[in-house]
């Protein structure tokens, strides 16, 4: 079964960087596009970010500027580097690819969510 598994979320204060990584289970043939989403309370889903196979990317205005996407083919991870975070950047970030399981054919997967709090 496909897994998506996120890591590095927490508490940062104004100004602070944090690093996302979100890592693909083996039972994976190919990815396609992956990227990250963010829920803030009271609000809808929305893209942060997003990297294609190829490595082309594309952000939200949001955080155009500040934060970073990359991938690793061959490890099957996506990360997120956030700089310059803002307390409008609360929220819970989720990882998301199009993923071909072994088995299974071509799908849409999410990860659990990580948590990413910016305060003083």
């Known amino acids: 079964q496909v897994q998506l598994v996120e890591s590095g979320g927490g508490l940062v204060q104004p100004g602070g960087s944090l690093r996302l990584s979100c890592a693909a289970s083996?039972?994976?043939?190919?990815?396609?596009?992956m990227g990250w989403y963010r829920q803030a309370p009271g609000k809808q889903r929305e893209l942060v970010a997003a990297i294609s196979a190829g490595g082309s990317t594309n952000y939200a205005d949001s955080v155009k500027g500040r934060f970073t996407i990359s991938r690793d083919n061959t490890k099957k991870t996506v990360s997120l580097q956030m700089n310059s975070l803002t307390p409008e950047d609360t929220a819970v970030y989720y990882c998301?690819?199009?993923?071909?399981?072994?088995?299974?054919?071509?799908?849409?997967?999410w990860g659990q969510g990580t948590q990413v709090t910016v305060s003083s």
């Open positions: 998301n690819a199009e993923i071909y399981a072994v088995g299974g054919g071509w799908g849409d997967y």
């Open positions: 083996r039972s994976i043939f190919s990815i396609k596009g």
